[in-house]
């Protein structure tokens, strides 16, 4: 096992960041698990829907090491870069995934 990166922040930012991204995984997890009552009246579209949640779950855990990496490694060069291309994916998906619940409710 590699050994950890050391950083200097004593408010611990990175640390925090990720046990954000931690929490809207178990979020995606959770909403996945609920839409499974939804199944019987919606059918395989529920299941693609899950599927697409729980896909972006498993996303969201298998980076979450490099952008913790990455936030060390910024915090000791001094200049921390946005992490913009995980928060768009994040925002489109949530969006499918309203428009998605939306469209199921009105259409039946």
Do not use: K
């Not at 992490?83 to 469209?103: A, E």
């Amino acid at each position: 096992m590699a050994e950890p990166l050391i950083h200097g922040d004593p408010g611990l930012q990175p640390e925090r960041t990720t046990l954000a991204w931690a929490r809207t995984t178990v979020s995606y997890a959770v909403s996945s698990a609920i839409l499974l009552r939804w199944l019987p009246h919606f059918g395989p579209f529920v299941i693609a829907l899950i599927c697409l949640m729980v896909l972006t779950a498993l996303g969201i855990y298998a980076s979450q090491r490099s952008r913790h990496q990455a936030a060390v490694r910024g915090l000791s060069v001094g200049r921390v870069r946005a992490q913009t291309g995980s928060v768009l994916t994040m925002t489109l998906g949530m969006v499918v995934f309203g428009v998605s619940g939306i469209i199921l409710i009105l259409t039946t």
